[in-house]
């Protein structure tokens, strides 16, 4: 596991190339074993293949541009109804979808939407919404953007982890 961890870089320039159904069934799968506060399960998934609606999808923040190229985008999306813990549970799935995209081979980047920075198209999640037909009740976190990557990118290496920003049982206790 913690060489797929290490392997999980953005990747933002994909090749024209689709994902595999048993591909995206196997990431999605991951995102719905991902926890949830009090098992609650509100999280929700829309699988985005279209060329047309990744365009638009696109234009919801000025990071969002790379997203027309990926060949498959996943909204992360929250039913509130009984839920109170939407960035948490949202956070989670999506990490689990970077990570099974990336021990499958594939290239993925996270997109913020909800509290995303404003597009001229105006606020990220009510225009995602409008986009995707999301009802009252949901909202988005992010897009993540999947494919196959242009070239790969350097993994994570060792000298990343930095042992003085490691507290033992009080802050600032080496």
């Not at 956070?91 to 990336?102: D, F, G, K, S, V």
Request: proline residues 7%; contains cysteine.
């Amino acid at each position: 596991m913690l060489e797929t961890i290490r392997n999980r870089r953005s990747v933002r320039r994909f090749l024209p190339k689709a994902v595999e159904p048993e591909k995206i069934q196997d990431i999605l799968k991951a995102a719905f074993f991902a926890p949830t506060a009090k098992n609650l399960r509100p999280t929700e998934f829309i699988v985005i293949q279209d060329r047309e609606r990744a365009e638009k999808l696109a234009l919801a923040t000025p990071y969002a541009a790379f997203a027309k190229h990926a060949p498959l985008i996943i909204t992360v999306c929250y039913n509130t109804a009984n839920a109170r813990r939407f960035h948490e549970d949202c956070a989670m799935a999506a990490e689990n979808i970077y990570l099974a995209a990336t021990a499958l081979g594939l290239g993925c980047c996270y997109i913020q939407i909800g509290d995303g920075t404003e597009a001229q198209v105006g606020p990220p999640e009510a225009y995602v919404k409008k986009a995707l037909g999301i009802p009252l009740g949901y909202r988005v976190l992010c897009l993540m953007a999947i494919g196959y990557p242009e070239t790969m990118p350097e993994a994570h290496s060792d000298s990343e982890y930095d042992p003085s920003r490691v507290h033992h049982e009080r802050f600032g206790q080496p």
